[in-house]
């Protein structure tokens, strides 16, 4: 939960600050990070006191924290940092993004219903554990904001999004889509734009998701996702987290918190970058079309700007080259982009979603197989450019 004081600070302050509240009184500077998988407990009573107010989705209070799986003192720092950086009451940390996923569902249904509303298009893994009804969840699927309200039903227990979409870059207005929704809880996945850009509670949404995996990491060395929400929401995930032994890892939440620290520089700089990036894309032969929120005319809502729904357009690229044969020559002919999933890191990454993230997706909503998707890192920009321009280069020649 976000402090009087951090609630006085500006964002780049609080990333540097938040979750940092007890080192002074710990006597140490960095972050500490506790492994343990037990803890002592005071006495019978009180040990079974504190593992029930803790396995139904309460905070440690004044008791043992009992077993790492039930809550952890590195988890809950990076949790705290985190729901102050999205403006939440709480934030509650998974082992990956598609674990934070399944707890939201998991949840939602216990909460309010099976029936999903789900808008397209959403990362492949959301998008085929909804199909699947693995979870025992029905999904209505929409493409546009408009088709939501038609597709609640009175068991509607969460309506998903994701903007910007994954892997399009397609922009959905969480204003209307919240008012769309009514009193549905609507869970919105934050992952490209992060909290520096976006704020889905600011805009109605009841949850705010991240493959923390990707930004919040930022170096490709951790494995983790998070939700800020309200403390009631909180509540009803901790004890799906508990009993599903989906709580992030005391190292990977260590990672993660520092990795907050950096954001906002990461973030504008990468930003920076892909402007430049995607600008030049649109002079280079090879490419038809150039999908980046900063270009004219991919954002015909009107939501990204100073004061807008998004601050800026963030630093993700999608390109469509024409066919399946010309995306596979320009991920396999890059030297300085890494061909790999994932997203978000210091180092650009190329990736061609249809093969890869999106395989499992139902074929009409599956991304067109010319669709190559960039996540561009901290390198010089005319560097990356060079790049592509040479690969590209080659997949003509």
């Excluded at 037990?38 to 029930?52: F, I, K, N, R």
């Excluded at 508990?242 to 906002?264: D, E, K, N, V």
């Excluded at 270009?295 to 630093?315: F, I, N, T, W, Y």
């Amino acid at each position: 939960m976000t402090t009087s004081n951090d609630a006085r600070l500006r964002l780049d302050s609080l990333a540097v600050h938040a979750g940092r509240e007890d080192l002074q009184s710990l006597g140490v500077h960095a972050t500490p990070i506790d492994l343990s998988s037990t803890y002592p407990l005071s006495g019978v009573e009180a040990g079974g006191e504190a593992y029930e107010r803790m396995a139904t989705g309460g905070d440690i209070g004044d008791g043992s924290a009992v077993y790492q799986r039930l809550w952890n003192p590195t988890v809950a720092r990076f949790e705290q940092a985190f729901a102050a950086l999205e403006g939440a009451e709480a934030a509650v940390a998974f082992a990956s993004g598609m674990a934070t996923v399944t707890a939201v569902l998991t949840a939602a249904r216990q909460r309010r219903g099976n029936h999903v509303v789900a808008l397209r298009p959403l990362y492949g893994g959301t998008d085929h554990l909804l199909a699947t009804g693995l979870l025992g969840t029905e999904t209505t699927f929409v493409d546009a904001v408009e088709q939501v309200e038609r597709a609640l039903r009175p068991d509607t227990g969460l309506v998903i999004a994701e903007t910007p979409g994954n892997p399009t870059l397609e922009l959905v207005d969480l204003t209307a889509l919240v008012a769309a929704a009514g009193d549905a809880p609507v869970l919105v996945d934050n992952t490209f734009a992060t909290p520096v850009l976006q704020r889905p509670l600011a805009h109605g949404a009841a949850l705010s998701l991240h493959s923390a995996t990707k930004y919040i990491g930022g170096h490709g060395d951790v494995l983790g996702g998070v939700v800020a929400c309200s403390a009631e929401w909180a509540q009803a995930l901790r004890p799906v987290r508990a009993i599903t032994g989906a709580i992030a890892h005391p190292f990977s939440a260590y990672l993660m918190h520092r990795g907050l620290q950096t954001l906002p520089l990461r973030v504008r700089a990468q930003q920076s970058g892909a402007q430049r990036v995607a600008q030049a894309l649109l002079q280079m032969a090879g490419v038809r079309a150039v999908r980046f929120p900063g270009l004219e005319g991919c954002d015909p809502g009107g939501l990204v700007g100073e004061g807008r729904q998004m601050a800026g357009p963030g630093s993700m690229i999608s390109i469509d080259v024409g066919t399946a044969a010309g995306a596979a020559a320009i991920t396999e002919g890059v030297r300085l982009f890494t061909h790999a999933v994932s997203l978000g890191s210091v180092d650009s990454l190329i990736q061609h979603p249809a093969s890869l993230t999106h395989r499992p997706v139902a074929p009409e909503a599956r991304p067109h197989a010319g669709v190559v998707r960039l996540s561009i890192g901290l390198e010089d920009p005319a560097d990356l450019i060079a790049d592509l321009e040479q690969a590209l280069a080659g997949s003509r020649g």
